[in-house]
C-alpha cells in the first residue's frame, strides 16, 4: 500500500488471543488426567489388596452339625471350590468365593444333608453348618430298603436296621426310585405317623405300614393281623373306635384269631 510519500507500507498482522473457553477445556484436561491417573492406582492397589493379598486368602474351614457324612469328603468338595480365577491369575480371596454353588455341590453329593449354609469369617475363615436328614422310616422297595426321612425323601440304602424302626411300604410316586428323590407324599406320610403315634399309644406292635392308596393304609401287626385305615378321614377317630372295639369286643387272649379290622367305614368290620 503506498503513503502520501510513495512509500508502500507493510501488511500489519493481528495476534490472536486464544479464548477463554478453550483455557479452561486444557486446564481441565490435565487435571482430569491426573486425577483419572490417581483414580486408576487406587483401583488397582484395591483390587491387589482385596483379591491377591494373604490377608484375604481363605486358610481354615470349620465344620458343624456333621454326624454320619465324613467330615474330610465335606471339606474336599468345599477346598475344591476355593480357587477362583481374576484377570486369569489365581486366588482364594474370601470375596470370590462361591457360597451359593458350593452349598448346591455338597446338597448334590450328599443326599443324607438337607441343608447346608456358609458363611464368611473375615478376613480368611469359612464356617459350614450342616445339617443332616433325620432316619424317620425305613422304606421299602422290592428287595431294596432305604431310609426316609420327615419330607418322604430316600437318602441312604440300608442294610441293618433297628427292630423298633418304623417300616413303610409303598409304589414310588415317580417311576424307579433314586436316592435323594421324594418316594411317599408329605400328607400320606404324616397320616402314616399319626397312625404310628396312635397305635404305640395303645401298645400294638407294627410290623409295617402299607400306602395302598390316596385313601387306603394297610397296619400290619406283628401278632399276625391286619388294621385298615381310611387316611382321607379322621385318625384320632379311627384311633378311638379301635380302641373301644380292643376294649369291649376283642380280648387280648383273642386277637391271635384276628385277621383284620376295617376301619374305613361308619361301621368297624373285623373277621
Known amino acids: 500500500m503506498k503513503t502520501s510519500q510513495g512509500f508502500r507500507r507493510k501488511p500489519y498482522k493481528v495476534r490472536r488471543k486464544k479464548s477463554a473457553l478453550k483455557v479452561i477445556l486444557s486446564v481441565l ?3 482430569l488426567f491426573g486425577a483419572g491417573f490417581l483414580v486408576f492406582i487406587f483401583i488397582g492397589m484395591s483390587v491387589y489388596f482385596f483379591i ?3 490377608f484375604f486368602q481363605i486358610k481354615h474351614i470349620t465344620l458343624t452339625g456333621q454326624e454320619r457324612v465324613a467330615e474330610q469328603d465335606i471339606k474336599n468338595v468345599v477346598e475344591d471350590g476355593l480357587e477362583r480365577k481374576f484377570l486369569f491369575f489365581p486366588t482364594k480371596s474370601i470375596f470370590l468365593f ?3 454353588e458350593i452349598r448346591k455341590n455338597l446338597l448334590d453329593d450328599f443326599p443324607q444333608l438337607v441343608e447346608v449354609r456358609i458363611n464368611r469369617k473375615f478376613p480368611d475363615a469359612l464356617n459350614v453348618v450342616i445339617t443332616e436328614r433325620q432316619r424317620r422310616a425305613v422304606w421299602h422297595w422290592e428287595e431294596q430298603r432305604f431310609f426316609l426321612d420327615n419330607n418322604g425323601v430316600i ?3 440300608v442294610f441293618d436296621f433297628a427292630a423298633d424302626a418304623l417300616e413303610i411300604k409303598s ?3 415317580f417311576g424307579e426310585p433314586k436316592i435323594g428323590q421324594m418316594v411317599v407324599g408329605k400328607e400320606e406320610l404324616s397320616k ?5 403315634s396312635k397305635l404305640k399309644s395303645l401298645e400294638i406292635p407294627i410290623e409295617i405300614i402299607e400306602i395302598v392308596s390316596e385313601q387306603r393304609v394297610n397296619a400290619k401287626i406283628k401278632e399276625g393281623w391286619e388294621i385298615y385305615f381310611n387316611i382321607q378321614e379322621d385318625i384320632v377317630w379311627q384311633a378311638t373306635e379301635l380302641e ?14 384276628l385277621e383284620y379290622i376295617d376301619l374305613r367305614f361308619d361301621k368297624i368290620f373285623y373277621k
Open 29 to 31: 484436561k490435565s487435571r
Open 52 to 54: 491377591f493379598s494373604q
Open 98 to 100: 462361591n457360597c451359593k
Open 155 to 157: 437318602f441312604e440304602q
Open 171 to 173: 409304589l414310588p410316586l
Open 192 to 196: 402314616v405317623f399319626e397312625i404310628e
Open 244 to 257: 373301644t372295639l380292643l376294649k369291649e369286643k376283642i380280648l387280648p387272649e383273642n386277637r391271635k384269631d
